[in-house]
C-alpha cells in the first residue's frame, strides 16, 4: 500500500547545469563571472516528531537522518510567484546522519539561483517523498496525500532568495500538519479484565462533532501559496498504530495481533490524524476480544497540528476512562475517557 499519494507538484522553472566546482560548506558564490550559483539551505522542525512520527529537540534538529524531503520551485521573478503554474516536483532531498545537528539539505537534483539577481528563486518543502500526477494539467499548483494514520506530514511556508551572497535562503523550517495521539492501557482491577478481555483489537478515531459518529478525514489537499493553505476530503476509518517497547510501528493494533490489557499502564497505539476545533471533537471506538465501546475523549488541551496528546484509557468493570495530557511534538497530556 502506498503510504502517500500526490497529485501534481514540480516546477515551471528550468534547471541549469553546473558549470564550477566549489568547496563543500560554503555558500557557492560565483556572482563577478556569472556563473550558476547553487541553492543550499539548512532545514528545522517545528518542534516535531514522521512516519511513524517525525522527532527534533526544541531547537527544530531532529534525531535521527531524513529522507525523501521533496520542493517544488516557482518560476523565478521578482516578486509575487505563479504557485498556480507549478506542475512538478524541482526536487527530492535528504538529511544525511551526518547532517543531523546542522540540518544541512542534500538535493538529488541541485537547484540554482538565476544569473539575475533581480529575479528569485521561490521554494516550498514537504514531506514525505510522493508520486507525481503523470497528467497534471487539471491539477496545477496542489499537491495531495492521503492520510492512513501512520505518516507524519511536514509542509513548509514559501522561502525565496536570490544568488547574491547575503540573499541567499538560507534556512527553511517544516511544520506537521497533523495531530498525533498516543494511547496508554491499563485494567483498574482483574475485574475490568474480566468485563472486557485482555485483547485491544481495534481503536478507530472518529469525531462526533456534528452530533452524529462520523469517520475522519483521509486526503488532505494543499494549494500553494506564499501561506500553503489545506483541505480535508474523503472520510474513511482510520485506527491506531501499535506501540512496542516504545517503538513505533506501521502495524496496526487488530484481532491478529492485539494490545495485552493488563494492570500495569503500557503505552500500546498512536495515530496521525486532523486537527479538529474543540477538546471534545474526537470519540474512540473500541474493540476488545470480549466487547466494544464508543468512548468520548476530552483533550488537554485545543486540538492542533504538531501536538501530541497523550490519552490514558483506564478499563474498569463499567467503563473506560480516559485521561489527556500534551506530550512533547508537543504531546498534549490529561486527556481522559472512561470503557463502560
Known amino acids: 500500500m502506498k503510504t502517500l499519494v500526490l497529485s501534481m507538484i514540480s516546477i515551471a522553472a528550468t534547471v541549469a547545469a553546473m558549470t564550477a566546482c566549489t568547496s563543500e560548506g560554503d555558500p557557492i558564490d560565483n556572482i563577478d563571472n556569472g556563473q550558476p550559483v547553487e541553492i543550499q539551505l539548512n532545514a528545522g522542525i517545528g518542534s516535531i516528531t514522521t512516519k511513524t512520527p517525525i522527532t527534533s529537540d526544541d531547537q527544530g534538529k531532529l534525531s535521527s537522518a531524513l529522507p525523501g524531503i521533496q520542493f517544488v520551485k516557482a518560476a523565478d521573478i521578482a516578486e509575487s510567484p505563479a504557485w498556480g503554474d507549478v506542475s512538478k516536483v524541482a526536487s527530492t532531498a535528504e538529511i544525511k546522519t551526518d547532517d543531523i545537528s546542522t540540518g544541512k539539505i542534500s538535493f538529488n537534483t541541485p537547484l540554482y539561483y538565476n544569473v539575475d539577481p533581480t529575479l528569485k528563486s521561490w521554494l516550498i518543502g514537504y514531506y514525505p517523498v510522493a508520486e507525481v ?187 473506560i476512562a480516559t485521561t489527556a495530557t500534551i506530550t512533547k511534538w508537543e504531546t498534549v497530556t490529561g486527556g481522559t475517557g472512561t470503557v463502560q
Not at 509542509?155 to 523550517?173: F, P, R
Not at 478481555?197 to 483521509?218: E, V
Open 133 to 319: 500526477e503523470p497528467d497534471a494539467s487539471t491539477n496545477k499548483g496542489k499537491l495531495q496525500w492521503t492520510i492512513t494514520g501512520k505518516e507524519d506530514i511536514l509542509l513548509s511556508a514559501e522561502v525565496s532568495g536570490n544568488k547574491s551572497k547575503d540573499e541567499q535562503i538560507k534556512s527553511i523550517t517544516f511544520n506537521h500538519q497533523l495531530l498525533q495521539m498516543q494511547f496508554k492501557f491499563v485494567a483498574e482491577d482483574p475485574a475490568a479484565i474480566d468485563t472486557w478481555g485482555n485483547a485491544i483489537r481495534s481503536i478507530a478515531i472518529k469525531t462526533k462533532a456534528s452530533g452524529t459518529l462520523a469517520n475522519l478525514p483521509s486526503t488532505i489537499t494543499c494549494t500553494l501559496s506564499s501561506t500553503p493553505s489545506l483541505a480535508w476530503s474523503n472520510p474513511a476509518e482510520l485506527t491506531a498504530y501499535a506501540v512496542t517497547d516504545g517503538t513505533y510501528s506501521d502495524n496496526k493494533i487488530t484481532e491478529a495481533s492485539p494490545i495485552t490489557l493488563t494492570e500495569t499502564e503500557t503505552l500500546g497505539g498512536y495515530i496521525m490524524v486532523q486537527p479538529l476545533t474543540a477538546t471534545t471533537d474526537y470519540t474512540l471506538a473500541i474493540t476488545t476480544n470480549k466487547s466494544t465501546a464508543e468512548v468520548p475523549i476530552t483533550l488537554g488541551a485545543a486540538p492542533a497540528a504538531g501536538k501530541a496528546y497523550e490519552i490514558i484509557l483506564t478499563f474498569k468493570a463499567s467503563t
